[in-house]
């Protein structure tokens, strides 16, 4: 029965990469990311019943308990890379639009104001490089927006479109924008300040067990000689790191719901 379920496996992989390749060049980021986390699920799924026919059971439990714990830091790190990221791009992008907004303020004409604050801040080069060569300046500006981190953007590329078709003074209402995207990025950093505290609670909740194995091992009650030496130890074992893993998992979630929340309704 494990054989029949490997090769089916195997033949949905083999027969649905090609159309699932092709699909990842037409869908959009979030789409292809979560493609390749189904790949993923399918490749371990197909590793574990290999592992399960060579080497029987307990290596499989081992192997799965081992993909628990690289799966759930290597999904912890990314995360956490990515939230750097977009940090990182929010605090450009209001850096960039201050900027932009002191140029107008001193008196520069819109097409040079963004060539100099282009300069200071190169995520607006590609923005200045349209300006240069007679493009839509609001275009190119509103597609800079759709960027992880930089939605700022598109309300500097609506003011933008404003005061192109109906010449009214930019200046002012990018000083606004400037303003409003400071202070969303100073929200942001108390929110995030305040869900690091959970973030930090979760995870340490989750080596609390392994902390009290080794307190165990220090009193001589040989707690580890219980988990690597039956099999109900591993079953433990095992059970423990997957409930582990589940708290910082469900940890993580539920910060990123609420800052995904704070998001939508700023």
């Avoid at 699909?23 to 590793?47: E, T």
């Avoid at 060579?54 to 790190?77: E, I, K, S």
């Avoid at 933008?160 to 009214?168: D, I, Y």
């Amino acid at each position: 029965m494990i054989a029949v379920l490997f090769f089916a496996l195997a033949a949905a992989v083999a027969v649905g990469a090609p159309a699932g390749r092709e699909l990842c060049r037409l869908q959009p980021r979030v789409n292809r990311q979560r493609s390749q986390g189904i790949a993923v699920v399918v490749l371990s799924c197909m590793a574990l019943v290999l592992v399960h026919l060579v080497a029987g059971p307990r290596a499989t439990g081992w192997m799965l308990t081992c993909f628990v714990l690289v799966a759930t830091a290597a999904w912890v790190v990314r995360g956490a890379r990515r939230d750097h990221r977009q940090a990182r791009a929010r605090s450009e992008t209001a850096r960039a639009a201050r900027t932009l907004a002191l140029l107008l303020q001193a008196g520069q004409i819109p097409a040079h104001a963004l060539r100099d604050a282009a300069a200071d801040c190169p995520v607006l080069a590609s923005a200045a490089m349209t300006s240069r060569l007679g493009g839509d300046v609001g275009a190119a500006l509103h597609e800079l927006g759709d960027q992880p981190g930089r939605a700022g953007l598109a309300k500097v590329a609506a003011a933008w479109r404003v005061s192109e078709r109906t010449g009214a003074p930019i200046a002012v209402v990018l000083a606004r924008v400037a303003e409003n995207l400071r202070q969303e990025r100073h929200l942001a950093s108390v929110v995030a300040a305040e869900l690091a505290a959970a973030r930090a609670g979760g995870r340490i909740m989750a080596l609390l067990p392994f902390v009290a194995i080794g307190l165990g091992t220090l009193v001589g009650a040989r707690p580890l000689t219980f988990l690597f030496g039956s099999w109900l130890g591993e079953v433990a074992l095992l059970l423990g790191v997957i409930l582990a893993c589940t708290g910082v998992l469900w940890t993580e979630k539920v910060a990123r719901s609420g800052e995904q929340t704070r998001q939508r309704t700023r």
